[in-house]
């Protein structure tokens, strides 16, 4: 199979679809592999690298998309990128599809087989091909909250983990999932004073296990949710209900009930945020202020340390993305229910349950995209 590696084109977007190691076994395996030209600079990975593990480099994204039967991103498309998608060919990337009507219009008038990392599911019911970047997300959501609670970012002034004397800061996780499991780590690695909330069950006793003393769980209702943000320094969102839109679960009228100068962080932004008050913002301008509240709501925030992310991605993807060359996208998936559940738009129309509902549009069944 013809794979293609386009540079991304997002804000501040640094990763790239495969690394020069991944590219080598796509190689081994009989494949070839076009990649746009600087596509791994962000990672260090000069085209010569990537020569030297048997890929061609493009001169333009035009050529790459032209021919190739593959195209591995990191990214959702941007609509250049989507314009240059045609009938057929295979698209495997995050494409957060359930906040994004446009996109999801695009692909399907292109006709094209998009397959989004964010819904492969697994045999634990998780999602393996969104782990490791919720992984980095959750770990940077504190970082990017420490920093904006400082003064001169127009946070509160204060520091995470207090010192000797002082108290330290309350940090408040909505999610417990693995966004909020990587979150409160770092919290409470810097000392914070740290509770997160769950409306899993399951998911509060592993944490609570987990964590012992060290943090707070709390079962998340209306009620106990403003009890915890009246009093945070910072709230990170980290929810999720997979494939779908997130539920927003502080309104804009809660944020009277914070302390001004408090932060909060959407990572779940990507799925359309989890505060009525977030929009999408850029590693160039991340942060703004609504009601005296500091938001932060970078939508590809992993990709700030593109190294980090681009190989834990690659460990992620590689095995399901060599099987797709291998076998052609529809025995892959065929031999794979848990690959299967990626498939969210094929030829014009929408597969995936959770985006269809989300966009109010008709749902074919994966059975018809598999005959
Ligand atoms: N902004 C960014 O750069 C990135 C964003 N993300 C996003 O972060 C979000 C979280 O991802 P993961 O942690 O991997 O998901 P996950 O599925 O591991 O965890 C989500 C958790 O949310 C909980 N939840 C769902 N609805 C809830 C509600 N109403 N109240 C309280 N808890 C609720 C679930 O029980 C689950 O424990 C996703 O939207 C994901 O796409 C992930 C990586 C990067
Ligand atoms: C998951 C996602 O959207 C990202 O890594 O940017
Ligand atoms: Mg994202």
Same mark, same amino acid.
Not at 19 to 40: I, N
Not at 112 to 117: D, E, Q
Not at 187 to 198: E, K, R, S
């Given at each position: 199979?013809?794979?293609?590696?386009?540079? !991304?084109?997002?804000?501040?977007?640094?990763?790239?679809?495969?690394?020069?190691?991944?590219?080598?076994?796509?190689?081994?395996?009989?494949?070839?592999?076009?990649?746009?030209?600087?596509?791994?600079?962000?990672?260090?990975?000069?085209?010569?690298?990537?020569?030297?593990?048997?890929?061609?480099?493009?001169?333009?994204?035009?050529?790459?998309?032209?021919?190739?039967?593959?195209?591995?991103?990191?990214? !959702?498309?941007?609509?250049?990128?989507?314009?240059?998608?045609?009938?057929?060919?295979?698209?495997?990337?995050? &494409?957060?599809?359930?906040?994004?009507?446009?996109?999801?219009?695009?692909?399907?008038?292109?006709?094209?087989?998009?397959?989004?990392?964010?819904?492969?599911?697994?045999?634990?019911?998780?999602?393996?091909?969104?782990?490791?970047?919720? +992984?980095?997300?959750?770990?940077?959501?504190? @970082?990017?909250?420490?920093?904006?609670?400082?003064?001169?970012?127009?946070?509160?002034?204060?520091?995470?983990?207090?010192?000797?004397?002082?108290?330290?800061?309350?940090?408040?996780?909505?999610?417990?999932?693995?966004?909020?499991?990587?979150?409160?780590?770092?919290?409470?690695?810097?000392?914070?004073?740290?509770?997160?909330?769950?409306?899993?069950?399951?998911?509060?006793?592993?944490?609570?296990?987990?964590?012992?003393?060290?943090?707070?769980?709390?079962?998340?209702?209306?009620?106990?949710?403003? +009890?915890?943000?009246? @009093?945070?320094?910072?709230?990170?969102?980290?929810?999720?209900?997979?494939?779908?839109?997130?539920?927003?679960?502080?309104?804009?009228?809660?944020?009277?009930?914070?302390?001004?100068?408090?932060?909060?962080?959407?990572?779940?932004?990507? +799925?359309?945020?989890?505060?009525?008050?977030?929009?999408?913002?850029?590693?160039?301008?991340?942060?703004?202020?609504?009601?005296?509240?500091?938001?932060?709501?970078?939508?590809?925030?992993?990709?700030?340390?593109?190294?980090?992310?681009?190989?834990?991605?690659?460990?992620?993807? &590689?095995?399901?993305?060599?099987?797709?060359?291998?076998?052609?996208?529809?025995?892959?998936?065929?031999?794979?229910?848990?690959?299967?559940?990626?498939?969210?738009?094929?030829?014009?129309?929408?597969?995936?349950?959770?985006?269809?509902?989300?966009?109010?549009?008709? &749902?074919?069944?994966?059975?018809?995209?598999?005959?």
């Amino acid at each position: 199979m013809r794979i293609g590696v386009p540079k !991304e084109i997002k804000n501040n977007e640094f990763r790239v679809g495969l690394t020069p190691e991944s590219v080598s076994e796509f190689v081994a395996r009989g494949h070839t592999v076009l990649v746009e030209t600087q596509a791994g600079m962000g990672i260090g990975a000069a085209d010569d690298a990537y020569r030297a593990v048997g890929a061609d480099i493009a001169d333009t994204a035009t050529d790459v998309f032209a021919s190739s039967d593959m195209i591995i991103k990191v990214k !959702e498309p941007l609509a250049p990128e989507r314009a240059m998608l045609r009938e057929g060919q295979i698209l495997f990337t995050y &494409l957060h599809l359930a906040p994004d009507p446009e996109q999801t219009q695009d692909l399907m008038k292109s006709g094209a087989v998009c397959i989004a990392y964010e819904t492969v599911t697994d045999r634990t019911g998780g999602l393996p091909l969104l782990k490791p970047m919720s +992984q980095v997300a959750g770990r940077l959501a504190v @970082q990017a909250g420490a920093s904006a609670l400082e003064k001169a970012k127009g946070g509160r002034g204060v520091l995470i983990g207090g010192v000797p004397g002082v108290r330290a800061s309350r940090v408040v996780v909505i999610g417990g999932g693995v966004v909020g499991f990587n979150a409160a780590q770092m919290a409470v690695g810097m000392h914070a004073d740290v509770t997160i909330l769950d409306r899993n069950p399951d998911v509060l006793e592993r944490l609570a296990t987990h964590f012992e003393a060290g943090a707070n769980t709390v079962y998340s209702t209306r009620a106990t949710l403003e +009890q915890e943000i009246a @009093q945070a320094d910072l709230v990170i969102g980290a929810v999720l209900v997979p494939g779908s839109a997130a539920p927003k679960l502080i309104t804009r009228e809660m944020l009277s009930i914070m302390q001004p100068g408090a932060v909060m962080v959407d990572v779940a932004i990507d +799925q359309g945020g989890c505060f009525e008050t977030s929009k999408p913002t850029t590693h160039d301008a991340p942060t703004y202020v609504v009601d005296d509240i500091v938001h932060y709501c970078v939508a590809n925030m992993p990709g700030a340390v593109a190294r980090t992310s681009t190989y834990a991605l690659n460990n992620a993807t &590689l095995p399901h993305a060599l099987r797709i060359a291998d076998k052609g996208w529809k025995d892959a998936l065929r031999s794979d229910p848990h690959l299967t559940a990626g498939l969210n738009v094929w030829n014009g129309k929408v597969t995936c349950e959770a985006v269809a509902e989300s966009l109010k549009l008709d &749902l074919t069944p994966l059975t018809a995209a598999l005959a």
